[in-house]
Every structure is written in structure tokens, then in C-alpha cells.
């Protein structure tokens, strides 16, 4: 303790400050266990999260919520700015915290659990005593923490059972938080010379002109963060399929097919930090299938239509769960599904059109070609003007010179020819 008021006395205290932002998942829950642990050795007085989030999985969160309850210096978490919102369990993590701050403006509640799966399971239908196991569970959790932290136990609850949401002053008069404050300075002002019990005693906070210092998210981080988003790992996933069938498509192009394997694995990666049914993920893969099937041999409809179908429907149900924040948008999903028809239908199918097309140059695209016999042509020797050029042919039936031939094949340099059918 004497080296650390040292330290304070020769360089002034100073505050981290983090981002809890967006759907809280293991990404967001490694990002702020780090921050804490660098918070921690650097010795700063006070970490302090800017909160902004409509909820996330509850692993991810209880994990947090570990790491806030056995922290060894303040932890502060702020609903921060004006228009963000505190929900599901983004309460659990507030109040759970040393000190809790809102802006003006924004709101906090509906804590209610829904059911989620997270890692990819089939789509389970939850009876109503596992819903009231699950609500049971997560009023307890959170009462818990509101009485460790001696805020409103009862309003924590009703958040959970009834998904009741207040606004920052409401919350202030409620003792859900302890203050509201318009800016982090205010903030870092308004809690100066509170004192806040952490596990090894009491710590008198000095904030009042401590430094700010900032730990976002490693590029890495963000990156995880940004392909665990639903929307993106669908189309993510979507992608994928394009760059492996155009690589099947064209053979050798080798940047189309390493592309669409690479959005595949990550797409995979997205899909086990979220609640994916392989329902969904079958009946996309079906819905593909089946407008490869309409290029391949066309039905002129049906196995169009069916396609259209699955996908839709796979992609409505790839989210196994009914948390808003944890679904597809509706307008990708149409957007994705409309691309995927006219890819498969116009593109994908004037190319295979453009596979199965006779030759029309070389040898090959002489076959079927109309050409006139320059002398008497038999089954040993002859010769037929096409296309400009003279070519040795034969042929199982007598031509007499003059008369216009169709080829039917060609055996080395040798055309092999019959009668214009008249």
C-alpha cells in the first residue's frame, strides 16, 4: 500500500475505461476479463465500463459478473450516452457492479430469460415448468446480487419476472444506481471520496482529476466480435456455398473456392458462440440443393419454389431462440434468399448452359457443320470443301462431287460425312 501511494503521489491517480457494447457474448466476456486483469496490475484507481447493450447469453454474462464480484479495485459500470439502453443481462452486469451510473435519457430492465442454446442444437420446445425453472433461477441470481451490493432487491426481481424497465432518474429513486451523470467527467467528479468495499477492505475513491485512460478491443477482438453479429455469420455462411460452387463451376480458379471455405470456417467459428439450430442450417443447405437440382435438370418451377421455401424458412429459424437481439433481420434474409434464386436460376445457369454448348470451334465444332464434295467421295477417299478449307473424308455410302455433305465425325484429320438429307 505504501508503493502504491507513491505512485499516486508522484504520477496522480488515474482511471481505465472500457466498452461493453452490443450483444455480450464469450468475445465481449474475454474483453473484459482482460480489462480487469490489466486494470488490476496497472494499479488504476477505478475501471470503469461504458454499458450499451440489449442483453446477450447468460454464460458469457455470469462470467463477467464473477470477474466484477472478485475484482480488487472499483469497478463502475455507466449506461452511457444519452439513448443507450441497459437490458437482460446487461442489469445482471450493472448491478453486480461497485458503482452504478446512468445518463440521462437512457433506460434499464427486462431482465426476463428466454431460452437460448448456445454451440448448435436442435430446436427444443421449452414447457412452461422449464420457463419458470429458468426465470426461477435467474430471480435468484440477480436478488442475490442486488442484496450483495445493497441496491433494490425487489425492483431486481420484478425486472427478471415481470421485465419491468425504468428510466435513469426513476432508477436513481429506486436505488438501482447511486447516481446519474451526463458525461464521464461528471461522473468521475460525482464519485470522488466515495468509499467502495472490495475484498481486501475499504478504498476511498480520488478521481476528481485522475487521468483517462482508455483499453478498447484488439483488432482481434473486434474482428470475433464483428463475425459473431447473427446477420453477419448468416451471410457469412451464405457465402461460403457461393465461392465453393462457383470453384466447382470453374475448376481451377482456386480464389473463389479458398474464399468460400475460409467464410464457411468463420461462419462455423460465429455459429458456436450463438443459439444455432441445425434445423435451420439443413434446411438452408436443402434450399441450395434444390435450385442446383432446378439448374441441373429444370423442372421449370417446382424445385425453384421449393428451394425459395427452405431457405426461408431455415433462415427464420437458424437462431434458436426468441431473444429479438439474437435474430436474423427479416430484410437480409429476403435480400440473401432473392440473390440466391437469381444466382442459381440466371448466372449459375447460363454457365452450364455455356458447359453443354456444342463447340463452335476446332475440330469438335465442325460436327453437324454443312459442307460440298470437290470429287466423287467413297469409303477410302474423297475431299470436302467447309468453312473455307479442303479436308480429306470418306464415307459408307457414295457422294458424287458437287453434293453437299453434313460431318458426323472426325477420325484423325479425316472427316467422316454423309448426304444432306434433302
Known sequence: ????????????????????????????????????????????????FIVDTPGGLDESMREIIKEELNASLPIIVYVHPSGARDASAGVFITLAAHIAA??????????????????????????????????????AYIRSIADKRKRNADWAEKAVRQSVS????????????????????????KIDG????????????????????????????????????????????????????????HPGAIIPGLLGATCLVLAFFAFQTLPVSYT?????????????????????????????????LGSMMLMNTNAPFLQISRPIIFAVVGTTAAFFIFALGAVIKAMRRKPSTGQEGLIGEIGVAEDDISSTKGKVFIHGEYWNAVSDEKINKGEEVEIIEIKRLRLKVIKKEE
Not at 214 to 231: G, T, V
Open 166 to 189: 425504468v428510466t435513469a432518474e426513476e432508477a436513481l429513486e429506486l436505488n438501482i444506481i447511486d447516481l446519474v451523470a451526463e458525461s464521464v467527467d461528471e461522473l468521475l467528479e
Open 194 to 249: 466515495m468509499e467502495v468495499k472490495l475484498p481486501d477492505g475499504v478504498r476511498k475513491l480520488n478521481t476528481k482529476d485522475a487521468e483517462k485512460k482508455e483499453i478498447p478491443m484488439s483488432r482481434r477482438e473486434e474482428f470475433l466480435k464483428l463475425i459473431s453479429n447473427p446477420n453477419i455469420a448468416y451471410i457469412l455462411f451464405i457465402l461460403g456455398f457461393y465461392g465453393l460452387i462457383f470453384e466447382m463451376t
Open 102 to 139: 446512468m445518463t440521462p435519457g437512457t433506460n434499464i430492465g427486462a431482465a426476463h430469460p428466454v431460452a437460448i442454446s448456445p454451440g448448435g442444437g436442435e430446436e427444443k420446445k421449452v414447457d412452461e415448468t422449464m420457463k419458470e425453472k429458468m426465470t426461477q433461477d435467474a430471480a
Open 1 to 48: 500500500m505504501e508503493n502504491m501511494n507513491l505512485i499516486l503521489l508522484l504520477f496522480g491517480s488515474f482511471v481505465i475505461i472500457g466498452d461493453i457494447e452490443g450483444i455480450i457474448g464469450p468475445v465481449t466476456s474475454n474483453y473484459v476479463t482482460r480489462t480487469i486483469k490489466r486494470a488490476e496490475s496497472d494499479r488504476a484507481e477505478a475501471l470503469i
Open 280 to 312: 435451420g442450417i439443413g434446411l438452408i443447405i436443402l434450399g441450395i440443393a434444390m435450385f442446383v437440382m432446378e439448374v441441373l435438370t429444370p423442372t421449370y418451377g417446382p424445385l425453384t419454389i421449393g428451394g425459395i421455401v427452405a431457405m426461408t
